[in-house]
Structure formats: structure tokens, C-alpha cells
């Protein structure tokens, strides 16, 4: 069973369109984030939910809106995609009792024409 | 705030070679320690960790350990296979688990028979 999975796992689409990744972990964790990885695989976190709660919001456009229906699920929803979003888009979970141990899902890699 | 310095990649080396990537973090307080390997197509894995002063973390053959005088927690291996060709993030967690991981930049490997 995958711990923390992420659709879709490919996404190419058009400048200004708006898409979404979903993620689900079932690993019990209560803390969700989200990281984008460019091409130079510099790797950079976005967001950060506590029980369906934002906690960490980093220097993101607000083209980029993240959805928290449960603690279980963030998903990420990208309103009027520009070029420079094409990156890996990874889902990620931890809590407190598996030691702060962050699990990764296995990224979206979003490309946009 | 807290970092994370890696050696530049990437590193090439021949099979059963040893290996070391170097890597040094300056951080408050008493982080946790972690190497990501991510693999070609694929998300982060966890490598191993470790989580206080003198701790070693070990897994495939890889160790590392956390060197709290030095403010380091270089990756080792002593002999390397092809299928270790990846790239090998460090990252440090604050052990309060509301700071999410800090990575430093990754280091490619690539291993030739």
C-alpha cells in the first residue's frame, strides 16, 4: 500500500489553465505539505498543514491554493498555469510520533506549453 | 535559520569505489538528521536519519553520522554499486515538528561499471 500517493503522476497542459494534484497519505499523520523541485532539483517547500489547518505558507503566488478537506488529504490547486510552474510537485506527511520523519509521495511532474 | 551545505555534484565514480558526500547544516537547538535519495523518475525516499548527537543512521550499506562538534552528517559508503546512481539530499528537522525539513541541494551520483 502506498503511503502517501499523489495524482495525477504526469500532467502537461496549457498556459492559463487551471489544474489540480491531489494527494492522500494513510499513515495516521496530522502534519501535510506540499514542495516543488525545478529542473536544478533545488527543492523548496510551499506549505504546511496541522490538522487541516495552514501553518506554513511560503513566498507563493496566489495562483496557488492549497485544499485541505481532511487531515488525510492537501490537495493543490494551480489557477492560470504559467511556463515557469513546470516543475516536480511532491506531497509529503509526518507527525510527531513517527519521530518528525517526513514521508514523500512520488511527485507530479506538471508541464505547461 | 537553519541550513543545510552539501558538496556540489555531480560525483562520478567506478563500482565497489567508496564514497563520501559531505554535508554540514547550522541549525538552533538539537534538529533530527536525514539523507533523501531520489532516484531516477522517481520521489524521495527516506535513506536513514539520525536524531541526536553522536547517533549513526544506517541503511544499504550507507551510514552517517551526526557530529554535533563539527555540525555535520556526511553520507558513507564503502563500496558502491551501479544501482546507487541517484541523487542524495541532506536535510535536517527541528524536533518540535513545526518547522518542516530544510534540504540542502542535492548531489547526483552517477556509479559506471
Known amino acids: 500500500d502506498t503511503a502517501v500517493s499523489q495524482t495525477p503522476k504526469y500532467l502537461v497542459t496549457q498556459m492559463g489553465n487551471d489544474k489540480s494534484i491531489k494527494c492522500e497519505q494513510n499513515l495516521g499523520h496530522d502534519t501535510m505539505y506540499w514542495y516543488k523541485q525545478d529542473s536544478k532539483k533545488f527543492l523548496k517547500i510551499m506549505f504546511s498543514y496541522n490538522n487541516k489547518e495552514l501553518i506554513i505558507n511560503e513566498t507563493v503566488p496566489n495562483r496557488f491554493s492549497p485544499k485541505s478537506p481532511d487531515k488525510a488529504h492537501l490537495n493543490l490547486h494551480i489557477n492560470s498555469l504559467e511556463l515557469g510552474d513546470s516543475a516536480v510537485y511532491f506531497c509529503?506527511?509526518?507527525?510527531?510520533?513517527?519521530?518528525?520523519?517526513?514521508?514523500f509521495g512520488e511527485g507530479s511532474w506538471l508541464t505547461v506549453v | 535559520g537553519n541550513s543545510v551545505t552539501q558538496m556540489e555534484g555531480p560525483v562520478t565514480l567506478s563500482e565497489e569505489a567508496f564514497l563520501t558526500i559531505n554535508c554540514t547544516y547550522t541549525a538552533t537547538g538539537y534538529p533530527s538528521l536525514f539523507w533523501y535519495v531520489q532516484y531516477p523518475g522517481e520521489g524521495l525516499q527516506l535513506l536513514l536519519k539520525a536524531t541526536k548527537a553522536d547517533d549513526k543512521g544506517s541503511n544499504k550499506g550507507f551510514e552517517a553520522t551526526y557530529r554535533k562538534e563539527t555540525t555535520s552528517f556526511h553520507l558513507e559508503k564503502g563500496s558502491v554499486q551501479v544501482s546507487d546512481s541517484a541523487v542524495y539530499f541532506c536535510?535536517?528537522?527541528?524536533?518540535?515538528?513545526?518547522?518542516?525539513?530544510?534540504f540542502g541541494k542535492g548531489t547526483r551520483l552517477s556509479v559506471i561499471a
Open positions: 509529503a506527511s509526518s507527525s510527531e510520533e513517527s519521530g518528525n520523519t517526513i514521508y
Open positions: 536535510a535536517l528537522s527541528d524536533q518540535s515538528g513545526n518547522t518542516p525539513l530544510v
